[in-house]
């Protein structure tokens, strides 16, 4: 087999070689990508372009460029260069007249290439990445120049086809791959790459120990299938869905838009092919009977900011939200920059104004309007926390009488609180006047505030307590189906001091005990400090002295009862169209300006792009089945990209967010197509699949090393002459460090938690009660993806590190080295307790003698043996340590050592070893 | 060959001043390479002197001034009351706004006819240049003939968090850099040791637009506002965890040095030098914030000249703080103080109790900036800005039609004043002039944005031409508008 694909290799060879003989006896034929549009955007199109038509002359369009000009000449007369006022001008003799004005001519061969280029014809050319992609052979590759050809050896080094595109690019740079990394290095190049977190000490020893012959492509299925696979790819998806546990704009409050998380990660871990992923995100709500999890997806667009400030204008906000989602849109999708053509046609790509517009027009029927409340939303419980609900209910059942519970989330609400009569606050159907705070733990509520329940039954009920605090003294008003409908108790509340502790419980007896539609609890202020207040926790039904049930005398009713009492119902904003009678109309708005809208839109997508197909989307639903229709020539290009760029710290584009012509052009055009095209066809848009494909590369296995003809010929590891070598995101660092410092908790899925964070980092506007309350020991150390993300200060040691605000879409992530960052992983809280845990490992598993402790050190933390002169180095910082701590007392042993073990001047000594390791070079990188 | 020198060649081999800011996408740390690339280069003992974290391009020109301090008083304090004497509004006051005035106009919180609010407070001529400032301000009173006043500034948005993002980013969305980073960005720090744009804010509360005012937006993040403290750690992250003091400390990063430098020999990455760059400055910045910031050792006369008690957090401290930093090279500088937002709703937020409470807060303080900037010779290349994000309207407020129970004003984008001192900005001036309420100016108006091209103008910097290219387009500062004020010029 493999001997008949190089004879047909080398046959096709031959036959080009002759070709380019054939064609060399030609004049070559100018193309205009690259080798034209490079010199007119560059010297022209300010002018000349999508904004500017000066002289009434574009070149952004073929029409237009070879229209007339004002002056009634023509710019571009194909075939006729010397008659062609654009030749003139630019080689005009009088500097006045001369083209492009006030600068320096161009040169002499562009001018060359402009007047040959005429002369040709002026073809014109659509730029690559509006061209459907091709399947070029590796070695017809346009990097494959004639002095390769000759040997494109029998190639041993190439492991799949993806391989041997790299190879033909080194060879015609006259470059050799590096050698394959250590298994030790590949390991935790394959871990963090795929799942973000290092190998165990298990999975280490399972594949340094196997020497089959599948011994890696088994690795790479077992890392492909570990459930942390889709918290990786989650975070670098949320980015692009800027997700964040807030609204955004000021006070930036609390959204509780988790779920959506959830989906994200169990998508990955699911493989759920590209193309449902984008249909769910971009029109789950559209589909013919959308289940939940298909709901909750169209949260994807709900992730826009909205602004609660007082005095500011709904509208305003609305339409900024969808205006982000058009721009994100192309972003994400289409590697397509949108944002200019917002206010005019785009200078360079082929966009016009109105363009936007129709995108527009698609996003702008939903029913959300920048509301306080981010109606509408959809109230279930999340599927995490449906689980532990069946089991129990099931459980119940096995018991005789047992009540029947029925699926729908709505009735389970019931359920849960005739088995457990207990409501949260922060989980009313209506909060008025006041705000739910993070994860719906509590609700503020100013003067004359109020919380509604809906279907509340108080004929069973005795008394109902409340957990508050308040600042002042005030009532909370028991009243039936309306704010000021009829009051059935009250009670008064005294003032608690801060707000933020020394929870009390209020007693309200209802005099009637009824059937209500809603319950309302209104509170009014008694005393006399304006505007804050009281906050309200959780609210408990203390019904009538009856038998217990049967399941209720069971043992293990108490645990299960607490696992009841912390399930709650979820509350996700989703994406509802409009009924069609009240549809907005849309309109292009004249230099971006909202306020003097201009002709009405009907929604459509770019003219330029309706060539790709016959689909004419109208919808959100149709864009999404659009974007991922196989003539579409974008979106698996732009996805494959991105997957390429976690894997190799840049994409073979590597401006992944601009595919356009002021983007960088592909390093490897013909990978990147062969990739796009297998990932739409052969694996069906399964993201598992790629990015097998690309990790059992040959590529991929490279070793990182830089040698100096490397660093010389390829500096910045374009041509990927070596493996890749880059710093881990903010969250894989923190991790790691948890992880190494056997810390982490490796939960999936769930709502955010607040690691420890600096002090007074978070001040809010009027509202000093919103607080970063740090989380119990087990949720602060869960992964990075789980902090609770506020857009207006984020965690603070991730945004050194570089995580965006989330505030719009971060395509792709620029790695900064900054002092700072030493700062972090030397200094902050997470990182000292680490390193404190590091060192307790060390010292408990890494036997007896310190040169064992050392070498099992540098295992953990960077999955290898040590290399020479790292246990002397090592040892050496052990011993000044350890001579340093000798001679300091109890208190400063207690403090370095903290809660791990006990307080001596050797503990003391380790934990510096390990705060050493956990910031060496290699463990804050990819090698 | 030492390290260091190693990494300078290898730096010169391959990196231009361009190249480096596109290197910053590719991988290779912006911090010691990029800082070695442009600005300054000189080889000390070590091989590096670098400009802090920063690359940077050079000036357009010859600047006037070196270093910027801006006093953002955030939530809009009132014109009516401090700078814009306005007598026909006593002779209104009481009486409904004339129609005129209210077609066609967007306010946060007025509805329907308010009546016009007389100016609360008296004001007197001052100093040589006889320039209007009310009995609010005494201390300010005696520095007035220093600074150039802008009666006329307007800008577009009329509530604070936008208001505020427009002011320093240029747009009132989210997303963009803010004045500081475009600086840094342009011009890079003088200072190795300590970051190039530092924010201090006091008062009750952050800015409402949050740290998105000192954000970099699309700029790399080394470009960040670095907000500091003035109780309390002046860094993030910067003190070392409770036992280990900087001998242990020390002896761990040279460890980690001599670990990185074998990475080096090993994999030959350009990467692994800057970091151990970066631990190295990480160190020294240890050494040098907290006594940069530690303002216990001024002398009393200067206590007594700012109004300064130290180990609190306020405006005063601040205003001490941001001269020991223009004095070690920091270049810009953004002090916010809050609760300026006199609405009349609330004691806090009314003009006749939190607004008298606020000009005590910054009198003595901002004024004693510019005398002691001025006796070091500071003020003559430190450009010293003083404003809020917008300016406060002529009438009373009366919010949801009912008059509110304190003395107020509603947000007013259309005129009001800031002042400049300092940095080629010409003494004693007032320029612009509103109409005789104050609504609107009638001459020599300067928009947002001219006073951001002006502010880089001042710096050597033409704000058309310091632009950065993301998400397909060119970006600046000043958007697609601005024009230099020339007229305030020295």
């Keep these: 087999m493999k001997k008949l694909y190089l004879l047909l290799t080398s046959s096709i060879i031959t036959l080009i070689i002759f070709m380019l003989y054939l064609n060399g006896s030609e004049k070559n034929e100018i193309d205009f990508n690259t080798q034209i549009k490079p010199i007119l955007n560059k010297n022209c199109i300010s002018c000349h372009g999508g904004v500017k038509k000066n002289g009434g002359f574009s070149l952004l369009f073929e029409y237009e460029a070879l229209d007339t000009t004002k002056s009634g000449k023509y710019a571009i007369i194909p075939g006729k260069a010397h008659e062609s006022e654009m030749i003139k001008r630019i080689a005009h003799q009088d500097p006045k007249e001369r083209m492009p004005p006030e600068s320096e001519p161009l040169d002499k061969e562009e001018i060359k290439l402009l007047t040959e280029w005429i002369n040709q014809g002026a073809k014109w050319g659509t730029h690559w990445a509006y061209e459907p992609p091709k399947l070029i052979s590796p070695a017809n590759s346009a990097s494959t120049n004639s002095a390769s050809l000759g040997f494109i050896d029998s190639d041993d080094w190439s492991a799949n086809q993806l391989d041997q595109y790299i190879k033909v690019r080194l060879d015609g740079e006259g470059l050799k791959p590096a050698k394959p990394a250590e298994k030790a290095v590949l390991i935790r190049r394959l871990y963090i790459g795929l799942t973000g977190l290092p190998p165990t000490m298990e999975e280490i020893d399972l594949f340094l120990k196997d020497d089959s012959e599948n011994a890696y492509e088994n690795l790479v299925d077992r890392v492909l299938g570990n459930p942390h696979f889709g918290e990786k790819w989650a975070t670098v998806w949320l980015d692009l869905a800027r997700y964040a546990d807030t609204k955004g704009y000021r006070p930036d409050t609390y959204r509780s838009v988790w779920m959506f998380r959830d989906w994200v990660i169990r998508a990955f871990n699911e493989d759920k092919p590209f193309d449902e992923f984008t249909i769910e995100q971009l029109g789950g709500d559209l589909l013919p009977d959308p289940d939940q999890e298909q709901l909750i997806a169209s949260a994807y667009h709900r992730n826009t900011m909205t602004n609660d400030e007082g005095g500011s204008d709904d509208e305003e906000f609305r339409v900024a939200a969808v205006i982000d989602r058009v721009s994100n849109t192309w972003e994400v999708w289409q590697g397509t920059t949108m944002a200019c053509v917002q206010c005019h046609s785009h200078p360079y790509d082929p966009f016009k104004h109105e363009d936007f517009y129709k995108s527009y027009a698609i996003f702008n029927n939903t029913e959300d309007m920048d509301r306080g409340d981010d109606r509408p939303y959809l109230s279930y419980y999340a599927k995490s926390d449906m689980e532990k609900l069946d089991e129990i209910t099931s459980w119940i059942q096995t018991f005789p009488k047992a009540p029947t519970f029925e699926k729908e989330a709505t009735v389970k609400k019931k359920i849960k609180q005739s088995i457990f009569p207990y409501l949260r606050a922060g989980l009313a159907n209506e909060v008025r006047g006041g705000n739910v705070e993070p994860n719906n733990e509590f609700v503020n509520i100013r003067n004359k505030g109020f919380l509604r329940f809906d279907n509340i039954d108080l004929s069973t009920v005795n008394s109902i307590e409340i957990g508050y605090t308040s600042e002042v003294g005030g009532i909370i008003e028991l009243r039936k189906d309306k704010r000021d409908g009829e009051l059935l108790g009250k009670v008064i509340l005294e003032p608690t001091g801060d707000l933020d502790r020394n929870w009390q419980h209020a007693r309200l007896v209802p005099q009637k005990q009824i059937e209500t539609e809603s319950l309302y609890f209104v509170f009014r202020k008694t005393g006399d400090r304006n505007y804050r207040l009281l906050n309200v926790k959780d609210i408990l039904f203390n019904g009538k002295q009856g038998e217990k049930k049967q399941w209720q005398k069971d043992k293990s009713w108490e645990r299960k009862s607490d696992i009841l009492a912390g399930i709650n119902i979820a509350r996700i904003p989703v994406m509802k169209e409009l009924p069609k009678e009240k549809q907005r109309p849309s309109y292009l708005f004249t230099r971006g300006n909202w306020l003097n809208p201009g002709d009405s839109m009907i929604a459509g997508i770019p003219g330029s792009m309706k060539e790709f197909n016959d689909m004419k989307p109208s919808n959100r639903l149709e864009l999404a089945e659009w974007l991922v229709s196989p003539e579409n020539p974008l979106t698996s290009r732009v996805m494959v990209n991105r997957v390429w760029e976690q894997l190799f710290g840049k994409g073979l584009v590597e401006t992944s967010e601009d595919f356009g012509t002021q983007g960088n052009t592909p390093s490897h055009p013909e990978l990147l197509d062969y990739l796009a095209l297998k990932y739409m066809n052969d694996f069906n848009w399964s993201t598992k699949n790629l990015i097998k494909e690309i990790v059992m590369s040959s590529t991929f296995r490279q070793s990182s090393v830089a040698t100096s003809e490397k660093i010389n010929k390829d500096p910045y590891n374009y041509l990927i002459s070596r493996g890749p070598r880059f710093r881990l995101s903010a969250e894989e660092i923190r991790d790691q460090a948890l992880f190494v410092g056997g810390l982490i908790n490796d939960e999936i899925y769930g709502p955010s938690v607040m690691p420890a964070q600096p002090d007074h980092f978070w001040k809010v506007p009027l509202r000093p009660h919103i607080k970063w309350r740090e989380s119990t020991n087990r949720e602060k150390f869960r992964r990075g993806l789980y902090t609770y993300w506020r857009r207006s200060t984020p965690y603070p040691s991730m945004t050194i590190f570089d995580s965006p605000s989330r505030q719009v879409c971060t395509t792709r992530r620029i790695r900064t080295n900054i002092p700072t960052q030493a700062l972090v992983t030397l200094n902050d809280t997470v990182y000292v307790e680490a390193a404190q845990g590091f060192a307790n490992r060390i010292k408990k598993e890494g036997g007896k003698e310190i040169d064992a402790q050392i070498q099992f050190a540098l295992k953990v933390a960077l999955s290898r043996q040590p290399r020479k002169n790292e246990i002397p180095e090592l040892l050496g910082l052990y011993e000044d340590a350890l001579k340093h701590y000798q001679e300091q007392d109890l208190e400063v042993w207690e403090n370095v050592v903290g809660n791990f073990a006990a307080p001596n001047a050797e503990n003391a000594a380790r934990v510096m070893l390990a705060s050493a390791i956990l910031n060496l070079d290699e463990i804050i990188m990819l090698n | ?490």
């Design chain 2, 1 to 490: 060959m030492n390290i260091f020198d190693q990494l300078n060649s290898d730096t010169a081999k391959y990196q231009t001043r361009r190249h480096f800011l596109k290197s910053l996408s590719t991988g290779v740390g912006a911090m010691a390479l990029g800082s070695m690339a442009g600005c300054g280069i000189n080889n000390n003992a070590q091989g590096v002197t670098s400009k802090f974290n920063l690359g940077s391009l050079n000036p357009h020109f010859a600047p006037k001034a070196k270093r910027v301090i801006f006093l953002h008083m955030e939530g809009a304090p009132s014109q009516l009351e401090l700078f814009d004497y306005k007598p026909e509004l006593a002779k209104l006051h009481g009486k409904p706004c004339p129609p005129s005035l209210l077609e066609g106009k967007r306010f946060a919180f007025i509805t329907g006819t308010p009546k016009i609010q007389g100016p609360y407070l008296d004001f007197k001529q001052r100093g040589q240049s006889g320039a209007m400032v009310s009995e609010a301000l005494p201390y300010f009173s005696q520095v007035a003939d220093e600074v150039t006043f802008l009666k006329a500034v307007h800008t577009d948005e009329f509530n604070h968090a936008p208001a505020q993002l427009f002011m320093y980013t240029g747009g009132p969305r989210l997303g963009r850099p803010s004045m500081g980073s475009w600086v840094v960005y342009g011009l890079g720090s003088e200072n190795e040791n300590l970051p190039g744009f530092i924010v201090l804010a006091s008062g009750q509360d952050n800015p409402s637009a949050g740290k998105n005012v000192w954000g970099s937006g699309f700029l790399p993040t080394v470009y960040q506002g670095v907000n500091c403290q003035s109780a309390g750690e002046p860094i993030l992250y910067l003190s070392n965890p409770k036992g280990v003091d900087s001998r242990i400390r020390r002896r761990v990063l040279n460890s980690i040095k001599n670990l990185n430098e074998k990475q080096y020999s090993e994999l030959g990455d350009p990467e692994t030098l800057a970091r151990i760059n970066q631990y190295e400055m990480a160190f020294k910045m240890q050494m040098e914030a907290p006594e940069a910031m530690d303002i216990t050792e001024e002398p009393d006369y200067i206590h007594q000249l700012y109004g300064t008690s130290p180990g609190v957090n306020s405006f005063a401290n601040n205003c001490l703080l941001a001269r020991r930093l223009v004095e070690r090279g920091v270049r810009f500088i953004q002090l916010f103080h809050t609760g300026w937002d006199s609405h009349g709703t609330t004691e806090y937020e009314s003009i006749n109790h939190g607004f008298l409470e606020r000009c005590k807060e910054v009198d003595q303080a901002m004024s004693g900036l510019i005398l002691d900037l001025k006796q070091r010779g500071l003020l003559e290349d430190t450009l010293v800005v003083w404003g809020g994000e917008f300016g406060r309207t002529p009438m009373m407020e009366n919010r949801g039609g009912k008059d509110n129970p304190f003395v107020g004003r509603d947000h007013h984008p259309y005129a009001y004043t800031m002042w400049m001192a300092g940095g080629g900005v010409k003494q004693g001036l007032s320029y612009g002039e509103t109409d005789e309420i104050g609504y609107y100016g009638i001459k020599d108006q300067v928009h947002i944005h001219d006073l951001q091209a002006t502010i880089l103008n001042q710096l050597g910097m033409d704000h058309e031409k310091l632009t950065y290219q993301f998400q397909g387009r060119d970006f600046r500062l000043t958007d697609v508008h601005g024009k230099v004020v020339k007229d305030i010029l020295a």
